[in-house]
């Protein structure tokens, strides 16, 4: 399976802090925002990873994680000139997607939780159909929201309404077969212009391929895009750190707990770094 990064629009709910930069280079406590979505892909045992931006972003995005050969990863670039939509990722990467899987995850969605490389392994074995993920909240009408009947059986998926027919939100992390780019590209764009993943996902719900896994009270997800978001993320980050004393996203611990790097490896980043706690605490783990 391939992983995708979305990374591309304008920020515009963070001017003026994103006029000139994007939003994922800015920092949730102690990281680049891209450092946590790009940890979800390297937890699910994803390798092989194409990071799509803007124009002007993509030499920062190179700047600051090259080609991935340091944590054992493959990274490549791709621009989207345009915000045209979550679906247009798929139409973006098709060369980088191939005849593989693929799982897209938005650049400014955070997720933890204690089961959630269990709960990605499992959503990476699908071979034919989607999987996507419904997750509480207090107001989903910023979301795209999973209607239930009464056995719980998902029947409509519907972007941003008004008065939403549930209180489950789909966060924007989706794995699909190959199928998918062929789906995005017969999606007709939307009233706002856009290719909506919404669309994508109401289109394997009509063929009943869409499998949805209702995520728990054991799972936080954490939505970046406003100001207020990248301050409680910012919050939780720095408490669940600070009291438990691991890192959460940092790609190099997570790469040599899969066996992408060595212990050598490891050891040579951490000395790199040894005047940060960052290094001070890659460092620390080869002494568990």
């Given at each position: ?116 490389t269990k709960i990605l392994n499992n959503a990476k074995t699908i071979d034919d ?50 199928k998918v780019v062929e789906i995005a590209k017969n999606v007709k764009p939307s ?86 706690d960052y290094g001070k605490y890659i460092l620390s783990l080869l002494n568990e």
């Amino acid at each position: 399976m391939k992983g995708i990064v979305l990374a591309g629009g304008k920020g515009t709910r963070l001017y003026p802090m994103t006029k000139v930069i994007s939003k994922h280079l800015l920092p949730i406590y102690d990281k680049p925002l891209i450092y946590y979505p790009l940890s979800v892909l390297m937890l699910a045992s994803i390798r092989d990873i194409l990071i799509i931006s803007t124009p002007e972003d993509i030499p920062l995005y190179k700047r600051l994680l090259g080609d991935g050969s340091n944590l054992g990863i493959k990274l490549s670039y791709k621009t989207q000139d345009q915000p045209r939509g979550i679906a247009d990722a798929f139409i973006v990467g098709e060369d980088f997607i191939g005849d593989s899987k693929v799982c897209l995850i938005l650049g400014d969605n955070v997720f933890y939780g204690q089961d959630l490389t269990k709960i990605l392994n499992n959503a990476k074995t699908i071979d034919d159909g989607a999987v996507i993920f419904g997750y509480p909240v207090k107001d989903a009408s910023s979301f795209g929201v999973v209607e239930f009947d009464e056995n719980r059986k998902v029947i409509s998926i519907e972007e941003k309404p008004e008065r939403p027919k549930s209180n489950y939100a789909v966060p924007g992390l989706y794995f699909y077969d190959n199928k998918v780019v062929e789906i995005a590209k017969n999606v007709k764009p939307s009233v706002r212009g856009e290719i909506e993943i919404t669309s994508v996902n109401n289109e394997y719900l009509r063929k009943g391929k869409l499998n949805v896994v209702l995520l728990g009270r054991g799972m936080a997800w954490l939505d970046t895009g406003t100001p207020e978001g990248m301050l409680k993320a910012a919050e939780f980050i720095e408490a669940i750190q600070s009291r438990q004393g691991f890192y959460i996203a940092c790609l190099e611990e997570i790469a040599w707990r899969r066996g992408f790097i060595n212990d050598q490896q490891l050891k040579e980043i951490g000395k790199s770094l040894c005047m940060t706690d960052y290094g001070k605490y890659i460092l620390s783990l080869l002494n568990e």
